[in-house]
């Protein structure tokens, strides 16, 4: 194990910034997939279900894999788990093109696979959680998220509307191989990486199965008695819910609803408002945290997620729906990158990938993947726009959990002196 320090600013840092590389060409790419999976489903299908259904598989592997990435990626390297994760995913997202290409691609292929690269993803994900605060330390978390996220927020802004643009001329399955490059990019990048994301494990148990459940146990263990990770991942998973059924029904309501049909400018530009909103959110954030503890930030961050989830749903036109999409994208993702950079500062090391994963499967799996069903069966029962405003105002569920939960007397609690965002 190397022993190389961090140099004090992240910009700096050469191994976080082929961190950052990494991340920025796996997001380019599955963003390019988050637009081009549900429309190639819609197109083949011409199925409201099946379109959200596509939303719900982007998290409901975590309902499967997710404890068991968690616990496995806090025993192994993390950069050779996440290596191996992003060559696989190139692979499998790479046989929907040449299944394209060959005449023989179906709907079913498409789900499958659609479900398979999130199964993998959940290793991945597991690993990056644990790495990230080994990788620039505990004091720089939510900095480094901040970037990240910054980032990621640019991609979304233009990447949806450059993919709108060229989903006019090219089939949506052609569009995924830029996904299966940006993975095998995202692996070189994570190759790269001098410094140590995996502190030395002393002492481990062989690897069976009584050990395996019984180090998912100890990380569950950690998010249900520590009152603010526990709260956070509970208004996490209602929030999911509330914007899962919103975003499976996006493609369609952009059909049916807003009529600017599944290509060009203007789909492009709606997709894109979020994006807008989570840069904001990312920006933000460090900024925020000098003025008050990530609880406040909860706090007040959801009302106003719940209070947008509902306009942007009766919004008349598209110009005024992605206005509005790119106001509730600021508070929403705000709430989930400041959920994300709490439990990393306040997790031990040896149990970042359980906890963070546990977390991730409860708000993200449980919630998102629900939520996408739900939205889908309303949508098919009751009309979009209604299923919309429906998921959009169970948001304000999440708003009662936090405000009668421990978060108030952690936020009035908080002593900046001991937060190492202050150290």
């Known amino acids: 194990m190397t022993t190389q320090t961090a140099p004090l600013r992240l910009r700096d840092d050469p191994d976080f910034r082929r961190y950052w590389l990494a991340r920025v060409l796996s997001f380019t790419g599955s963003m390019v997939t988050a637009v081009a999976l549900p429309v190639l489903v819609y197109r083949l299908s011409g199925s409201t279900f099946l379109t959200a259904l596509t939303t719900a598989l982007e998290a409901a592997p975590y309902l499967l894999t997710g404890l068991f990435a968690g616990a496995l990626s806090d025993r192994w390297n993390r950069r050779r788990v996440m290596v191996s994760a992003d060559l696989v995913n190139a692979v499998l997202i790479g046989s929907i093109p040449v299944a394209h290409l060959l005449g023989v691609l179906t709907v079913a292929q498409v789900l499958v696979v659609g479900f398979a690269v999130q199964s993998v993803y959940t290793f991945f994900d597991g690993a ?156 933000g954030l460090p900024r925020l945290l000098k003025r008050m503890p990530p609880a406040a930030i909860t706090l007040y961050a959801l009302p106003m997620s719940a209070v947008l989830g509902i306009v942007t749903a009766l919004m008349p036109g598209w110009w005024l729906a992605a206005l509005a999409l790119l106001v509730w994208g600021s508070a929403y993702v705000l709430v989930i ?21 546990a977390g991730r499967m409860l708000s993200w799996g449980v919630g998102w993947t629900l939520g996408s069903i739900t939205g889908g069966l309303l949508g098919n029962q009751y009309g979009i726009r209604t299923a919309m405003v429906v998921m959009g105002a169970f948001g304000f569920v999440a708003v009662a959990v936090a405000w009668t939960s421990p978060l108030r007397r952690i936020a009035a609690a908080h002593n900046p002196e001991h937060d190492p965002l202050h150290a």
Do not use: K
Not at 339 to 350: D, L
């Open 128 to 283: 990056n959680f644990g790495a990230l605060p080994v990788l620039v330390g505990r004091a720089r978390v939510a900095q480094a998220n901040s970037v990240v996220w910054t980032a990621s927020s640019l991609i979304e802004l233009f990447v949806p509307a450059l993919a709108g643009l060229a989903l006019a001329v090219l089939n949506p399955a052609s569009l995924l191989a830029l996904d299966a490059l940006s993975f095998v990019a995202s692996a070189i990048a994570v190759r790269g990486i001098v410094r140590a994301m995996s502190e030395r494990r002393e002492g481990q148990l062989p690897l069976r199965p009584r050990v395996i459940f019984a180090d998912i146990a100890e990380g569950v263990r950690f998010l249900v008695r520590h009152p603010g990770v526990r709260t956070m991942t509970i208004v996490g998973s209602l929030q999911s819910f509330a914007g899962g059924g919103f975003v499976a029904l996006m493609v369609v309501w952009c059909d049916r609803i807003l009529h600017v049909g599944t290509s060009g400018v203007r789909f492009g530009l709606v997709w894109g408002a979020w994006g807008i909103g989570g840069l904001i959110a990312a920006v």
């Open 337 to 357: 990158v400041n959920s994300i950079s709490y439990r990393q500062q306040v997790t031990p090391e040896q149990l970042l990938g359980r906890v963070n994963t």
